[in-house]
Nanobody, 127 residues
């Protein structure tokens, strides 16, 4: 079992920055990927960014490229999402996810590939 706990969400004005954290515990050894998804009110959950843990291969969706950065701290078993130049349309609940035994070169971008999920952290961007 893997447990994921997100933190770092909050209220920020447009143009501001936030850094989200996702701390992992449990059996996380081996080849796995971690990702951030988000879900805005009335919308489907959508992929944001992901990283292959061992080799650091990253993948981003187009609407966050150049603004968001995913990274990891191996010692802390934590993945981060640095969000800059935030826009009101970034308002959503952000979820951390983990995929065990990832076999692809790039981390997965579809939610059905991920095995474990955190409870989410809310990000609100005001105009």
């Amino acid at each position: 079992q893997v447990q994921l706990v997100e933190s770092g969400g909050g209220l920020v004005q447009a143009g501001g920055s936030l850094r989200l954290s996702c701390a992992a515990s449990g059996r996380t050894s081996g080849s796995y990927a971690m990702a951030w998804f988000r879900q805005a009110p009335g919308k489907e959950r959508e992929f944001v960014a992901a990283i292959k843990w061992s080799v650091g291969i990253t993948y981003y969706t187009d609407f966050v490229k150049g603004r968001f950065t995913i990274s990891r701290d191996n010692a802390k078993k934590t993945v981060y999402l640095q969000m800059n130049s935030l826009k009101p349309e970034d308002t959503a609940v952000y979820y951390c996810a983990a995929e065990i035994n990832s076999g692809s070169y790039y981390p997965a971008s579809t939610e059905n590939e991920y095995d474990y999920w955190g409870q989410g952290t809310r990000v609100t961007v005001s105009s």
